[in-house]
T-cell receptor, first 113, second 112 residues
Framework: SQTIHQWPATLVQPVGSPLSLECTVE??????LYWYRQAAGRGLQLLFY??????ISSEVPQNLSASRPQDRQFILSSKKLLLSDSGFYLC????????????FGPGTRLTVT | AQSVTQLGSHVSVSEGALVLLRCNYS??????LFWYVQYPNQGLQLLLK??????LVKGINGFEAEFKKSETSFHLTKPSAHMSDAAEYFC??????????FGAGTRLTVKP
């Protein structure tokens, strides 16, 4: 069966510090991968998605970036965090090419102080 | 462009009462529609999905939703609320994997 992991689970970082969140998927190959952000009291905002290694699409301009160095690994990064980057970050995957649901990881709670 | 609107950011029901969470969609192509549930500090879990087969879709935990094209709606219902149903619920629309759009969410509170 497929599983999706995210780490860390929680993170407190000062403004201006770098960020690296990692997401890995097991039990499937060539998945579509997604990063979402959920701010307090708001819905989900799609940040990035990837249909293959090295292929990243950005949905919104911001100081975040994403990379996919391996088939089942998706990394969200920032060089300098802003207060507005605080939120709950969710990684998700779906079957490549299938019109089907997305499967979500447990999330990372990021607080920028 | 596809989008969903969830009517009511907060819904409160008594235990044993009917749960009705509203979702209206906008899509230029036949949509796939989804309902997800999120418990505090957790990821989203799929409740049910509509993929152009039966218009009445049954999901997990006793939830179901009916696709009504004429009303562009996909409301989520459960006949009898349990305390464990308290969570946030998201409706989503997707013509394909890469363009899934979520509603703002509805927080369900269940009173004893």
């Amino acid at each position: 069966s497929q599983t999706i992991h995210q780490w860390p689970a929680t993170l407190v970082q000062p403004v201006g510090s770098p960020l690296s969140l990692e997401c890995t998927v097991e039990g499937t190959s060539n998945p579509n991968l997604y990063w979402y952000r959920q701010a307090a009291g708001r819905g989900l905002q799609l940040l990035f998605y990837s249909v293959g290694i090295g292929q990243i699409s950005s949905e919104v301009p911001q100081n975040l970036s994403a990379s996919r160095p391996q088939d089942r690994q998706f990394i969200l990064s920032s060089k300098k965090l802003l207060l507005s980057d605080s939120g709950f970050y969710l990684c998700a995957w779906s079957q490549w090419g299938a019109l089907d649901e997305q499967y979500f990881g447990p999330g990372t709670r990021l607080t920028v102080t | 462009a596809q989008s969903v609107t969830q009517l009511g950011s907060h819904v409160s029901v008594s235990e044993g009462a009917l749960v009705l969470l509203r979702c209206n969609y906008s899509s230029s192509v036949p949509p796939y529609l989804f309902w997800y549930v999120q418990y505090p500090n957790q990821g989203l879990q799929l409740l049910l999905k509509y993929t152009s087969a039966a218009t009445l879709v049954k999901g997990i935990n006793g939830f179901e939703a009916e696709f009504k094209k004429s009303e562009t709606s996909f409301h989520l219902t459960k006949p009898s609320a349990h305390m464990s149903d308290a969570a946030e619920y998201f409706c989503a629309v997707s013509p394909n994997n890469n363009d899934m759009r979520f509603g703002a969410g509805t927080r369900l509170t269940v009173k004893p």
